[in-house]
């Protein structure tokens, strides 16, 4: 086994980063960002060991594309850092961020040839611009701008970031705590991806598979009476409402069930749990909103969504419009490609017999397109 423990660092929530993905989430073919700069190196590193740190509400969808360890981030950098230092049992630490997509082996290589030389290795890179600092021009040469992957002496660097000074960078920490620095030279293509602009000058990244995903979704509510009707997003003139811990609107249930499914992103009792009292009576038009909003920050547009409402009673067909305008504008979908159909039973059943409501729906989704915006 290596002495040597890889740590990726993705559990940023992409601020700085404007289109509605998350940056860990963006795909390089069908890998999210996060999977491909993490074989990458393991590419250059087989037996390195692996520690990703996440954001804790996406690590069970992380967990199903990867055998690796995954610890979740803390609200800083050097949060998420000290908590995936607990894990490293290796005398040699390489922290990087998923930002730093396009890393080459040739880098990864000369970092190691360099370990003994200091507590922590460093790639850095020159300054050829003039540099002013404070209004102050200052000898360029001795302004370097420092990149990741850095390697450390773990045992070290645990040392050094036991303080409540927040670094940039771990060999900052270190030096900060007396220990050494070696400067390496470091690689102009290992840019960091910061702002969505930058997507474009990244030339190791693939642009993500256009291939098309479908899921579906299902869902039975009973009726109860002395409740409003609310289905598909729309307020329904019943006697009737549904029994149910939310709202109750069936229609938009199978619909995130849908969603959830074309994404792969579980079901929508892993997302709202009914033991949960932050969802009672919720309206699920705001759950709805969630559920996209979660699409898009994994990386998922979606394309289309087509329901069928199966009632005996009560009568879909005035509201059908009014519910495929307002569902398209939750999905931020037009009107054209959200379907909403209605069908009875013939009288069969628990729903011929009018006691409660089923829906079925479909949605698809694909990758969104970062190279071509
Ligand atoms: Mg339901």
Not at 68 to 76: D, E, M, P, R
Not at 214 to 237: Q, R, S
Not at 287 to 295: D, R
Request: with cysteine; glycine share 6%.
């Amino acid at each position: 086994m290596s002495d040597l423990t890889l740590v990726l660092l993705a559990a940023g929530n992409s601020s700085r980063f404007k289109v509605p993905v998350k940056k860990q989430w963006l795909r390089i073919g069908h890998d999210p960002l996060w999977l491909y700069v993490t074989y990458r190196i393991k590419k250059a590193l087989p037996d390195v060991n692996i520690i990703l740190c996440a954001h804790a509400d996406e690590i069970p969808f992380m967990r199903a594309m990867c055998d690796f360890t995954i610890v979740a981030g803390g609200n800083t950098r050097q949060q998420s850092l000290k908590n995936a230092l607990i894990e490293v049992k290796t005398p040699y630490v390489m922290v990087t961020d998923v930002a730093r997509a396009c890393i080459n082996s040739d880098l990864i290589n000369r970092l190691i040839e360099s370990k003994t030389l200091a507590d922590t290795i460093v790639p850095t890179l020159d300054v050829h611009d003039t540099v002013v600092y404070a209004n102050t021009t200052i000898e360029r040469d001795q302004v370097k701008r420092i990149q990741t992957p850095q390697l450390s002496k773990t045992e070290v660097l645990r040392l050094a970031l036991d303080t409540d000074i927040e670094f940039t960078d771990e060999s900052s920490a270190v030096v900060a705590y007396g220990g050494t620095r070696h400067f390496i030279m470091g690689d102009p293509h290992a840019a960091k991806l910061t702002m969505s602009s930058d997507v474009g000058s990244l030339e190791c990244l693939n642009p993500p598979s256009n291939i098309t995903f479908t899921g579906n979704g299902f869902d039975v509510h009973p009726f109860e009476e002395g409740k409003p009707m609310v289905l598909g997003g729309v307020a329904i003139e019943s006697p009737l409402g549904f029994k149910a811990h939310s709202d109750g609107d069936v229609a938009i249930h199978a619909l995130i069930d849908a969603l959830l499914g074309a994404a792969c992103l579980g079901d929508i009792g892993m997302l709202f749990p009914d033991t949960d009292d932050n969802f009672k009576d919720i309206d699920s038009k705001e759950l709805l909103k969630q559920c996209v909003n979660k699409l898009h920050q994994f990386g998922f547009v979606i394309l289309h969504a087509d329901i069928t409402i199966i009632a005996q009673a009560p009568k879909i067909a005035p509201y059908k419009d009014l519910m495929r305008r307002t569902l398209s504008t939750l999905l931020h979908l037009p009107p054209a490609r959200v379907n909403v159909k209605a069908t009875t039973t013939e009288h069969l059943g628990f729903i011929g017999r009018k006691e409660g409501v089923g829906v079925i729906a479909t949605a698809s989704v694909h990758y969104f397109d970062w190279k071509n915006g």
